[in-house]
């Protein structure tokens, strides 16, 4: 009798799951230490204030150990959540019991697709939009609408035409250098789409993971800041880049009607956030120069695109794109090529970037870009750069 074949089933949700071209990129490079990496958004390792840095590791394991070590509440340390709500919020009805602390902004995304989204939800994207965004939200399987963003932002006439012609529940947005787009919202924008929103009674997803990147130090007021809807408001941030990415801490602000609903859902998720990096980064916000540790990033990663903008325009002048005001990465369109055949070649050449089309929500053909220039030094940028202008040169020749 012939015995029957062990059968796997999967969930129906799991055939939405996107998979991310840019882990990878970051896969290959990790295993291929000869690949300049354009990839990933990756803070440069250097700007952690590593002295600072020890000596409050070192408080934390003498002075909290019963707290750092142990498990915590859901919602996230409160001294942690009180420094956030003092520093790094701006909406008028934020406070320590309306932030939860998560693992990234990430997983903040992912809470929220569980909170809201199924197949009769309508959610609108910009495009091009965040992948990790994409990721998040395509298990649940909703409906999505996007609408195309300008260096300014969202084109105002197909976003009001969208909203005019289909009930959409949830906005998503990133605008403040966007990723991958690098574009801001212009503050007229920001007000408008606010009061659009609490016209329609949208919900509002906004991530502001590149807030404080700016090169001049400007921090934009939040779309969330200008909405009456405060109910229908949720900010999400990191420290992922303006501290580091491996302490994997982001935070989310909740409308006191869905805290208890989100919190539970955190529960099911991970119990709580990484303790002993709250309480790190917790001392870490009381004792650096809060402002001269962001100053010296915003002037870092300026210095960064420069060299990366004059690199393209001595080398690669067909390249174009608009010059962000902050940020990590260039979105550079490659003109006459096709974006799969110029990865390839790319990859081939020994330099890694990510194509456009992975940030597009239909996954259409795309002829640009993204390209982080944070992370690697100058000499690094400059052979990158001469590795994609050959790979560029071959297709064209």
Same mark, same amino acid.
């Given at each position: 009798?012939?015995?029957?074949?062990?059968?796997?089933?999967? !969930?129906?949700?799991?055939? =939405?799951?996107?998979?991310?071209?840019?882990?990878?990129? +970051?896969?290959?490079?990790?295993?291929?230490? /000869?690949?300049?990496?354009?990839?990933?958004?990756?803070?440069?390792?250097?700007?952690?204030?590593?002295?600072?840095?020890?000596?409050?590791?070192?408080?934390?394991?003498?002075?909290?150990?019963?707290?750092?070590?142990?498990?915590?509440?859901?919602?996230?340390?409160?001294?942690?959540?009180?420094?956030?709500?003092?520093?790094?919020?701006?909406?008028?009805?934020?406070?320590?019991?309306?932030?939860?602390?998560?693992?990234?902004?990430?997983?903040?995304?992912?809470?929220?697709?569980?909170? =809201?989204?199924?197949?009769?939800?309508?959610?609108?994207?910009?495009?091009?939009?965040?992948? %990790? !965004?994409?990721?998040?939200?395509?298990?649940?399987?909703?409906?999505?609408?996007?609408?195309?963003?300008?260096?300014?932002?969202?084109?105002? #006439?197909?976003?009001?035409?969208?909203?005019?012609?289909?009930?959409?529940?949830?906005?998503?947005?990133?605008?403040?250098?966007?990723?991958?787009?690098?574009?801001?919202?212009? +503050?007229?924008?920001?007000?408008?789409?606010?009061?659009?929103?609490?016209?329609?009674?949208?919900?509002?997803?906004? /991530?502001? !993971?590149?807030?404080?990147?700016?090169?001049?130090?400007?921090?934009?007021?939040?779309?969330?800041?200008?909405?009456?809807? &405060?109910?229908?408001?949720?900010?999400?941030? &990191?420290?992922?880049?303006?501290? &580091?990415?491996?302490?994997?801490?982001?935070?989310?602000?909740?409308?006191?009607?869905?805290?208890?609903?989100?919190?539970?859902?955190?529960?099911?998720? /991970?119990?709580?956030?990484?303790?002993?990096?709250?309480?790190?980064?917790?001392?870490?916000?009381?004792?650096?120069?809060?402002?001269?540790?962001?100053?010296?990033?915003?002037?870092?990663?300026?210095?960064?695109?420069?060299?990366?903008?004059?690199?393209?325009?001595?080398?690669?002048?067909?390249?174009? #794109?608009?010059?962000?005001? %902050?940020?990590?990465?260039?979105?550079?369109?490659?003109?006459?090529?096709?974006?799969?055949?110029?990865?390839?070649?790319?990859?081939?050449?020994?330099?890694?970037?990510?194509?456009?089309?992975?940030?597009?929500?239909?996954?259409?053909?795309?002829?640009?870009?993204?390209?982080? =220039?944070?992370?690697?030094?100058?000499?690094?940028?400059?052979?990158?750069?001469?590795?994609?202008?050959? !790979?560029?040169?071959?297709?064209?020749?």
């Amino acid at each position: 009798m012939e015995t029957e074949k062990p059968s796997i089933f999967s !969930a129906k949700r799991t055939s =939405f799951v996107r998979t991310s071209v840019i882990r990878e990129i +970051l896969k290959l490079t990790v295993e291929n230490s /000869d690949i300049l990496s354009f990839a990933g958004g990756l803070p440069n390792p250097n700007l952690l204030p590593k002295d600072v840095l020890n000596t409050v590791m070192e408080s934390a394991v003498k002075e909290n150990i019963s707290t750092a070590f142990q498990y915590g509440d859901s919602s996230g340390y409160f001294p942690l959540r009180r420094e956030i709500s003092n520093k790094l919020t701006d909406v008028s009805w934020a406070s320590p019991e309306s932030i939860t602390i998560t693992h990234g902004s990430q997983q903040g995304l992912d809470i929220l697709g569980k909170l =809201f989204m199924d197949s009769d939800t309508n959610v609108l994207l910009e495009d091009p939009v965040y992948l %990790g !965004a994409l990721q998040a939200f395509s298990p649940y399987n909703p409906n999505f609408f996007s609408v195309p963003i300008e260096p300014d932002g969202p084109d105002l #006439y197909l976003l009001e035409e969208i909203i005019s012609q289909n009930k959409i529940h949830v906005f998503y947005v990133n605008p403040s250098y966007q990723n991958p787009s690098t574009y801001t919202w212009s +503050l007229e924008k920001r007000k408008q789409i606010a009061k659009i929103l609490d016209e329609k009674e949208i919900i509002l997803i906004e /991530d502001e !993971a590149y807030r404080y990147l700016d090169f001049n130090g400007i921090v934009y007021p939040s779309v969330s800041s200008f909405r009456k809807r &405060s109910d229908l408001t949720f900010v999400l941030g &990191s420290f992922s880049k303006i501290l &580091s990415p491996g302490f994997r801490l982001g935070w989310t602000v909740v409308p006191e009607v869905y805290r208890s609903l989100f919190t539970s859902i955190k529960q099911g998720n /991970d119990l709580n956030s990484n303790q002993f990096s709250q309480v790190v980064v917790s001392k870490l916000l009381n004792v650096l120069d809060w402002k001269g540790h962001l100053y010296s990033i915003q002037n870092f990663y300026s210095e960064k695109k420069e060299t990366l903008v004059s690199l393209l325009r001595k080398y690669l002048p067909e390249a174009r #794109y608009t010059i962000p005001e %902050g940020g990590m990465f260039l979105w550079v369109e490659y003109p006459q090529v096709s974006s799969k055949e110029f990865m390839n070649r790319c990859l081939a050449s020994g330099v890694a970037m990510v194509p456009g089309t992975e940030f597009s929500p239909t996954s259409r053909s795309s002829s640009f870009f993204r390209m982080n =220039f944070s992370f690697l030094e100058k000499e690094n940028l400059e052979l990158g750069v001469k590795r994609i202008t050959k !790979a560029y040169r071959d297709i064209n020749t």
